[in-house]
């Protein structure tokens, strides 16, 4: 009887994927992401092993949401002292930067498990066209 074999981390290449935020919506670009990032979209795909894929997310100053939340999108956190509850909206975290918008968007669409920092440490999120992952790519995406 023949054994089904997993290819290994060290038998996968990476692949690099370049996305760009530019006018897109949040949600959906944080989907795409999230599932280059899960390997979803590789054929060595494995719940037990996490992607050596790598995204490189540019122009994230331009990205699009819908409806009202600009203003109505609260991200909580909490300083862990009593009464440290502090909450800024959409808008006041994207003037201060903006790539942690994205970086929460794509770590929301991740299984809640621990391979989820190996996961995002494979993400890379820039605020304007100029990045420093040029000699890795094989595939764009738009």
Do not use: C
């Not at 290819?7 to 996968?12: F, L, M």
């Not at 280059?36 to 995204?55: E, M, T």
């Not at 991200?75 to 909206?89: A, D, E, V």
């Not at 994207?94 to 794509?106: C, G, L, P, Q, R």
Request: overall charge positive; proline content about 3%.
């Amino acid at each position: 009887m023949q054994k089904t074999k997993f290819d290994t981390i060290k038998e996968v290449k990476p692949k690099w994927h370049l996305l760009d935020a530019k006018d897109k919506i949040l949600g959906h670009l944080a989907e795409e992401a999230g599932n280059i990032l899960n390997g979803k979209l590789s054929a060595h795909f494995s719940p037990n092993q996490y992607g050596q894929d790598k995204v490189v997310i540019i122009n994230s100053n331009q990205i699009r949401v819908t409806g009202n939340k600009l203003e109505d999108k609260l991200y909580i956190h909490h300083t862990g002292f009593p009464k440290g509850l502090r909450s800024q909206s959409l808008k006041e975290v994207m003037a201060k930067d903006s790539t942690k918008v994205i970086e929460s968007a794509v770590s929301g669409m991740l299984p809640k498990n621990r391979l989820r920092k190996k996961k995002m440490a494979g993400l890379f999120v820039f605020k304007d066209e100029k990045h420093t992952h040029q000699a890795n790519f094989g595939k764009v995406s738009k």
